[in-house]
Nanobody, 127 residues
Framework: QVQLVESGGGLVQAGGSLRLSCAAS????????MGWFRQAPGKEREFVAA???????YYADSVKGRFTISRDNAKNTVYLQMNSLKPEDTAVYYC?????????????????????WGQGTQVTVSS
């Protein structure tokens, strides 16, 4: 059974930074695309960023240039560095693991393709 545990959320002022971490249990972490999604109150869950097993990265337009996703396969951990935070970034952030290993990139932004999810970590950006 795979478990994903996020950490690093909190309250920050607009313009500030936070670094989220997601520690994964289970084997073969390096073979899987990992993603970050977020859900704000009253809104649907949305894609934020993904990093494939091969190291390719993808971002939502709303975070491009401000957020950076990375992974440390030796630590079974994926990170999301968030800079220049805005109040509209306020949401619960979820880490997720793609359902298939060595997957193609085309569906890296689709939440339906991920079958393991963390419990989420709250990020609140004050204006």
């Amino acid at each position: 059974q795979v478990q994903l545990v996020e950490s690093g959320g909190g309250l920050v002022q607009a313009g500030g930074s936070l670094r989220l971490s997601c520690a994964a249990s289970g084997r073969a972490f390096s073979r899987y695309t990992m993603g970050w999604f977020r859900q704000a109150p009253g809104k649907e869950r949305e894609f934020v960023a993904a990093i494939t097993w091969s190291g390719n990265t993808y971002y939502a337009d709303s975070v491009k240039g401000r957020f950076t996703i990375s992974r440390d396969n030796a630590k079974n951990t994926v990170y999301l560095q968030m800079n220049s935070l805005k109040p509209e970034d306020t949401a619960v952030y979820y880490c997720a693991r793609y359902s298939d290993y060595y997957s193609d990139d085309e569906k890296a932004s689709s939440a339906n393709e991920y079958n393991y999810w963390g419990q989420g970590t709250q990020v609140t950006v004050s204006s």
